[in-house]
């Protein structure tokens, strides 16, 4: 990870509005969707789920308790050229719940399923795009 | 050369011969052998019941050990044999049939059909590792020697359950019998190398019966762990799953220790220098026997802190969360953290556990106002714990803390979670909070707070909440268009009454 990742959101954020006068020489750098798998139970399904943009797989026989869902978003890096970087949204990440749902009668547990319970915004991320500052090229 | 093998008396039921502990060893070789090479007899290899040669049919040795005596997989009939009874294959399809049968009588509605339907097919298979005391290492065989079927397959996905499940019970059949008679061990270990063996055949198939069968069950043992360490060394080849491999020498670690055939200070050892010196699936298995070993935590957190390791930092800061004690963990998930693993997903599961330990944690941190970083994961973690306390550690948040991002995460875990007062009143009090209500990044990011009061259908809080953001200066075009879009989903029309 770039050093000036380890810069706050918030603080990076505010970058822009020294390019007034000065250009920060930041751009922004993908970081991929991503999923975290909570622990497993077993269960004769597992999951295979299109959730936020990211298709979210478990062991066949394992539904997983939660996963937490991070969209694609951005951050901010340094940058050789002239630009800075503004905030243009943002993407929510999601803690989705499952459960087992055995339907236990059939002998052959053909259709068991690993159940979407409840999906809940646990925070959000930023969207961000890079732009070519002014005119300033001073380095901050 | 054929030997004929008894099918009664259960074989399991006295020590196996040496001899045939390996060659059981051969048989799912074999199998794979035979079909990767079509060498099985054309009857064997024409449909489902490839999987077992039928009973009274003459005895077929396995094509690849033909100069040995055949497997134990391959039975023949002593002279003073009982009536034939069903052979692997049959049992296997009528259990099929039933399985479709009470699937249909299911979808149908008819409860007391599929319930009726249901027991045939426990009456059915309980017969079949009754009368079959080798079901298993024929399950194994057919496991080892046919693909995954389509996804439209029934029958032959039904077939594969049965296959796995006779495996299962087996394995755990012998299991028992090895505990109730050491003396009976030889015969468990035989049919877990047997499936290490055919673990490589394939991804899927080593996923399958890895996950299904041995993982994080008390199977492998000694015996087995120079199977288990060449598929961890194939996996540094890139030639087997590396997940797969970490957590067949996780499992069998553990087996070591909890079995009393490796000392930890042995384990330890090995562990240690595969942490420094292994390959991935080595050093992340290493790294998970050592983080829960006292004596050695501070040599993988040094490790974290000093290779920023960001992967094996996650993964260790979720095994933390699940097997270690709450404040023990929190030492290995704030590590994570600091290194930059900060994924909110161990905190939840710690949070899930034990709220308190997350609370005492964060009300340190806030009265030396430290670690700001860390106060939002823990909020987050006990936030969404659902309980009472959870709640009262997000509201002391937002009442309390005196960082904005953090609050804002406590505004996120009450309007998911502590009802629809305490929602709409903890939106409404971050908008009071100019470092909130004015910033338009955080302002944006509370806008998506409010999909949680949307999901718990709380219209009129929306309703209210929606008429005030409308009219905050620091909405970007952005967030008014998440926000519009919530609302639209919301509310008819996504019309406010104001």
Redesign the interface.
Known sequence: MHALSAIPLFAAAALPLLAQTACPHTKTKDIPASYVMGPTVDCDAGINLAIGGVTVTSAQRACPLFAVVTPTHQEIVKSDLATRTEQNGNAQELLVTFHCNPHYLLFVRLSDTCDLDRTQVIGAVPLLRTIECESATTRI | MAVPVPVRPDPAARPAPRRWRWLLCLAPLAAIAAVWAGLLPATARSGPAAASAPRDAPPVAAPAVADAPESPCTRTPVDAAPPAASTFAEFVER??A??ID??RL?AAGD?EG??A??RR??AE?AAMMEQLPDAECEALAALAGRGEPRADD?PG??RR??WN?ALRIGLERRHRQALAAPARRPALDTLVAATLTALPAGDALA??LA??QLENRPYLAAVHEPAVLDLVARSGEHRFPADVAEALLTTLWHNLQANGERGSEELAALALALFHDGNESERRAAGRLLVRDDRWRAVVLQHLRAA?D?ELA?ELA?VAA?QLAPATALEVLATAAAV?AD???PF??LG?RDVGALRQAYEQRLAADTDPQLRNLLV?GGG?AGTPEGIELARLALDSDPD??VRV?AV??L???AGAALGESAVARALDDPRIGA????L??L???L??LA?LGLSNALDRLGQRLRLMPAL?P??R??LEHILARALPGGRTSR
Not at chain 2, 439 to 442: A, L, V, Y
């Open positions: 259990l099929v039933i399985g009470t699937s299911d409860r599929a319930e339907s249901d097919a426990r298979f029934v996905r039904l359950q049965v499940l996923h399958e996950e299904g920023k960001l996650r979720l699940q930059g994924t909110t997903a939840l599961l899930h987050a969404f904005a991002d995460r996120f875990a309007t998911a979670s910033d338009p990044q955080r944006g990011a806008v998506q707070a999909d949680n999901q970007t952005a967030a268009a998440d």
